[in-house]
């Protein structure tokens, strides 16, 4: 009966330190996984040849740089802590601001590519050449994705492979709807695309002058509230260059309070963020 409970108990404590590590297969479909959502939010910022590892190397360089010039500047490890901490997230913070600012700029100029892509097939283009030519007519932000499109139909001669590439350049709800519309075109034939291509365009500007209304009403908010959870760490940062407030806060004590704020403001922070966002358009037909 001991042997058996000795057993039992050895068994038990194998299957505990058992459950701590992950199976080779499940951790490469974890580390796929994360790797493919980094992916997804660089193709959307326009960073194409940027790869997911090279973004993770440089937040663990800004961290580890920060944390020396923290360090050698005040000499206390708890505020070195914390500014290792804040610079972690600014690469991934420049990522999403740069990937507002493309759908933004895209969600602008969308309404006038619909429209010169409709006139042009009005006019009797084919759809090859419907899309090569908005490299020259189309808005300068799409330009260098058409331009490209364009290259690779002259090279291989096929639309779709090309179509696809141009999807996966532009990584874009409303791109995506305009590319499935012409490969369904292409591929089934149809009367009805420059009707919905007009009625898209229409619809495009409706929600681009909407949702700039609603973003010049919030925009004071969120300023506000950006203000509010910069300026207690604006104020902390004045106080490094006095010696005893370095020494106060280089303490257990001390660690606690800062990195218990660090918390709260980033809580704050992502909550703020998430009750003032506009819902964004996904992109359904990837």
Same mark, same amino acid.
């Given at each position: 009966?001991?042997?058996?409970?000795?057993?039992?108990?050895?068994?038990?404590? +194998?299957?505990?330190?058992?459950?701590?590590?992950?199976?080779?297969?499940?951790?490469?479909?974890?580390?796929?996984?994360?790797?493919?959502?980094?992916?997804?939010?660089? =193709?959307?910022?326009?960073?194409?040849?940027?790869?997911?590892?090279?973004?993770?190397?440089?937040?663990?360089?800004? &961290?580890?740089?920060?944390?020396?010039? #923290?360090?050698?500047?005040?000499?206390?490890?708890?505020?070195?802590?914390?500014?290792?901490?804040?610079?972690? +997230?600014?690469?991934?913070?420049?990522?999403?601001?740069?990937?507002?600012?493309?759908?933004?700029?895209?969600?602008?100029?969308?309404? =006038?590519?619909?429209?010169?892509?409709?006139?042009?097939?009005?006019?009797?283009?084919?759809?090859?050449?419907?899309?090569?030519?908005?490299?020259?007519?189309?808005?300068?932000?799409?330009?260098?994705?058409?331009?490209?499109?364009?290259?690779?139909?002259?090279?291989?001669?096929?639309?779709?492979?090309?179509?696809?590439?141009?999807?996966?350049?532009?990584?874009?709800?409303?791109?995506?709807?305009?590319?499935?519309?012409?490969? #369904?075109?292409?591929?089934?034939?149809?009367?009805?695309?420059?009707?919905?291509?007009?009625?898209?365009?229409? +619809?495009?500007?409706?929600?681009?002058?909407?949702? &700039?209304?609603?973003?010049?009403?919030? &925009?004071?908010? #969120?300023?506000?509230?950006?203000?509010?959870?910069?300026?207690?760490?604006?104020?902390?940062?004045?106080?490094?260059?006095?010696?005893?407030?370095?020494?106060?806060?280089? &303490?257990?004590?001390?660690? #606690?309070?800062?990195?218990?704020?660090?918390?709260?403001?980033?809580?704050?922070?992502?909550?703020?963020?998430?009750?003032?966002?506009?819902?964004?358009?996904?992109?359904?037909?990837?």
């Amino acid at each position: 009966m001991g042997l058996l409970l000795g057993l039992g108990l050895g068994a038990g404590l +194998f299957l505990i330190w058992w459950s701590f590590w992950e199976r080779p297969a499940e951790a490469r479909r974890r580390r796929l996984h994360r790797e493919g959502v980094i992916r997804t939010r660089l =193709d959307r910022a326009g960073l194409h040849d940027v790869r997911p590892s090279s973004l993770v190397v440089l937040s663990g360089l800004c &961290s580890v740089v920060s944390a020396v010039v #923290v360090f050698a500047v005040t000499g206390g490890v708890v505020f070195a802590s914390c500014a290792a901490i804040v610079a972690a +997230f600014i690469p991934w913070a420049l990522l999403g601001q740069r990937m507002r600012r493309r759908a933004k700029q895209l969600r602008t100029v969308w309404p =006038d590519v619909v429209d010169l892509l409709r006139s042009a097939i009005r006019a009797g283009m084919s759809l090859p050449e419907a899309l090569a030519q908005l490299q020259h007519r189309g808005p300068a932000a799409v330009q260098p994705a058409f331009a490209r499109f364009a290259a690779d139909y002259r090279a291989t001669g096929q639309f779709i492979p090309a179509l696809d590439a141009l999807k996966a350049e532009l990584a874009d709800p409303v791109a995506d709807n305009i590319v499935e519309s012409l490969r #369904v075109t292409r591929e089934v034939g149809g009367t009805d695309l420059g009707r919905l291509l007009g009625t898209l365009s229409e +619809f495009l500007r409706e929600n681009s002058r909407t949702r &700039s209304e609603l973003e010049a009403r919030q &925009s004071w908010t #969120v300023n506000a509230a950006r203000l509010s959870v910069a300026a207690p760490w604006l104020i902390l940062l004045l106080m490094t260059s006095q010696p005893a407030a370095v020494q106060a806060y280089d &303490s257990p004590a001390g660690a #606690v309070v800062l990195l218990g704020g660090l918390a709260i403001s980033f809580v704050a922070y992502r909550l703020m963020l998430r009750l003032g966002a506009l819902p964004e358009p996904e992109r359904v037909l990837r």
